[in-house]
Every structure is written in structure tokens, then in C-alpha cells.
């Protein structure tokens, strides 16, 4: 396959390239091959032989390919209650709502009903990879699996652990530290199965709840377990103050410091939210390499807070961003990279709006829609050990090619146009989505 059009791919943190209209080409394995600027010597004669073999595809006026965007934290079988009960606590959202609807996952055809549901969902959004948490229940994460490999996601999928009989209910709980152990072990080896098996980009994923809910002996095994198999890693850190809390009162150490203690912090760790993170747990991270999932929509709602995304991109600390369904309320990375800039803003000191020292922010707090852009696409990729989110070669061919529907009104020069798509694309503008040079989806109704 050979995609002719305008791209846009982040360079870093704060530099996004564009190309104007290149050629992307793609290998039979899923990589891109090459990228060829009209300016090189065989643009024309690979355009020629593309068109001659029927593998020429031209993007329409004002359409544009992006990178698939990476979801480093979504809770599948959260999706069913997505944008409800938001307004309450973290640990009464948990017990009240979240425990009772995740417990019900006993039912793998309720699983089924579910994960058919929302991979493609997700995809229509963009995302082309995600990293979720399940359920305690092995068979109802393995439709979760399934459903990744049915629609084409990439998908990197975790058993959750949450052995602690004094947080959790009796009604959904890993039976025991010596379950938790076992039952992640028979996971890993059932998704490593299955991904040879169909050929899926599937990966299984060490994943204890977060700190109050696994006991010791879980977090121990588990941390072994990562590290035999050479494993990523996913939990909750330093979410709010209640679990930072709990950690000082049940382990005398930080949060960060118990995952730490435990081998849970590697640098194939992804640790949601992070928002009250203190410098030396971002040191700690930087040492491990572990990555912070951003998900600036839950912050909003359960940290009553604002992840310092600079501050943490400053101290070399990996991150990315996640949508941390149903925490968060939408599937789309979109939305949760608008929300990215509109809470760095609010983090802000007002010093040079107002000309005035405004003791309540914090200076460098700002993001740009760049930088949001970098987390939704290369810094979940680097999160995750992924040759992707940028286009260029042989990073795998995960792409989205998107509509910019306010192009006849509005400025066109490449910045503008940009901003534009960041902020305005919706599931109506996503075109067609790729994975591995694949395509996995595309609106319906749609020719090109
Ligand atoms: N901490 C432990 N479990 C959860 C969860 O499901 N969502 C969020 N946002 N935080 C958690
Ligand atoms: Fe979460």
C-alpha cells in the first residue's frame, strides 16, 4: 500500500512535523517502508508504479494522516457505566458503582456483549492501541482479548489483582495471593497463546489494582512474575490523597515507594494518573523509566487535580495519555488531549496575562496542543517499548486519516490546520483507521 497526502507526525515533545504531500509506503509485513517528499528523485516513478498496481491510495482535499493514537489506561469493562456517578468520591465510586458493575463480568457472554462493543468503538475514535485493565475474571478478560484480535487493535490487556479482603467486597475478589500468583501466570500463558494462535498483536500485562487493594504477597508474586517473564507492568499511583494516605498508614512509605519496594516499577511500567506525585517519586520514575498514564478527564473528576506534564517531560519521566474509562467519560484521546491543555492552563500562574504575580499556579505549567499530541502518539509508544505513534520508517504502519471540516472557513496554513483537527475531530471526521497497515475501520458511507 502506498498513502499520497498531507501528514502530521510529532517530532517531540513540543515539535510536530508536516509533510504536504508525501508518499507513505507501506511493507507486506505492517511497517512503513519509506517516506518519499515530491523533491526525491523516484517520487514519480513510485507513485506511477503504485497507481499501476492498484495500490495507490490518494487522501481527498482536506484529509490528512495522523498516527493511530495510544490509550495507555482504559478499563474495559468500565464502558457500560461510562459518564455516570462522576460526581462522587473515588472510593465510594469504586465500592457503590464500579466493584458491583465489574463483578458481573462472572458472565463472559456479558463480557462478550461488552468488549464487541467497545473495540470498535475505540477504534472509530482513533485509538489503534490501548492498554487495558479487565476483571479478576480469566475468561471474560480473554473476550476482551478476543475482541481485539476480532477487530485488528492492538491491544495490551491485564488481569486485575485485588486480593485485599479489608478493601474489597466479598462479592468481587481474587480469591487469595496464592490465586492472584497462579491466575495471572495461566493469563499470560492463555494471551500468549492466543496471539500466535490468530496472529494478533495481543500482550498480557502484570496488573495489581493499586496498592489499598492487593496485599503484600500479591504485590510480591506479582513483581516476580513480571520480571521472569519479562512482562509490562500496570496499576494506579498516586491518584489521590486517600491512596497516598493508605500507603503511609499501611507501609510507612509513598505510594510510589511501595510499588517500587515490590519490582513493580520497571521501565515496563505504566502507573495511571500520578497527579500527586512528589519530585523524588518522579526521580524514582525517571531511575526506573516508568511511565505515567495522563488522564486529565478522571483527574478532573477523582484526583481533583492537575498531572505537572512539563514538570515530569523536564525530569525525563515518560508519558503518555489515557482516557482511564469510565473514570474518564469518553472514548476519544481527543477530548482527553483538549482537557490535557485546558487543565495544564488552569495549573498556570497568570504572571504574563495579568503582568502580575498570581501566587496560585505554577510557572511552565502550560501545554501546547503539540505536546498533547505527543502524549496521545509517541510518548504512549515509548511508554510502552512501541516503534510507533510518529510516522516514519520502520515504525509500524498504525495510522488515521482524518476530515478538517472547517477548512473552507478557516486559516490553512499548516499550524492552524493542526489545531484545528485537534480540537474539532470527532468520530465524524475519522475517515478510516489502520493497523499494521491494515485497515480496521472506516465511516460508514464513506468511498474514499
Ligand atoms: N483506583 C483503583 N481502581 C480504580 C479505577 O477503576 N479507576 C480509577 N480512576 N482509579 C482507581
Ligand atoms: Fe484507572
Sequence with gaps: ??????????????????ESNALLTVDHTGLIDRLIRPSDADYTSVRQAAQAADILQILPAHTYLLPGFIDLHVHAPQWPQAGLALDRPLNDWLNTHTFPLEARYADSQFAHRVYQHLIPELLANGTTTALYFGTIHHDANLELARACADYGQRGYIGQVVMDNPDQTPATYRTPSATDAINGTEKFVM?????????????????????????????????????????????????????EDQYAQEHFHRRDAEVLDHFGLLTSRSVMAHGTQLSTSDLDLFHQRQTAVAHCPISNAYFGNAVFPVNQALHRDVKVGLGSDLSGGFTPSLYRNLQQAVMASQMRQDGVDAAQVADKRGVKDSRISATTAFYLATKGGATS??????????????????????????????????????????TPADIKAVYVRGQRVHHLKGDHN
Excluded at 498513502?3 to 510529532?10: E, K
Excluded at 510502552?384 to 520508517?393: D, F, R, V
Excluded at 504502519?397 to 496554513?413: K, S
Aim: with cysteine; net charge neutral; hydrophobic share 40%.
Design 1 to 18: 500500500m502506498v498513502f499520497q497526502g498531507a501528514s502530521f507526525s510529532p517530532q517531540d515533545a513540543y515539535h510536530v512535523h508536516f
Design 190 to 242: 492463555a494471551v500468549q497463546a492466543l496471539a500466535k494462535q490468530r496472529h494478533a498483536a495481543v500482550t498480557p500485562v502484570i496488573t495489581p489494582r493499586f496498592v489499598p487493594s492487593c496485599t503484600p504477597a500479591a504485590l510480591a508474586g506479582l513483581g516476580q512474575l513480571a520480571q521472569r517473564y519479562d512482562l509490562p507492568i500496570q496499576s494506579h499511583c498516586s491518584e489521590s490523597t486517600w
Design 384 to 425: 510502552l517499548h512501541l516503534q510507533a505513534g510518529q510516522l516514519i520508517p520502520s515504525y509500524t504502519a498504525d495510522f488515521q486519516i482524518v476530515h478538517d471540516r472547517y477548512a473552507t472557513l478557516m486559516p490553512n496554513d499548516a499550524g492552524s490546520i493542526f489545531e484545528r483537527l485537534m480540537y474539532h475531530t
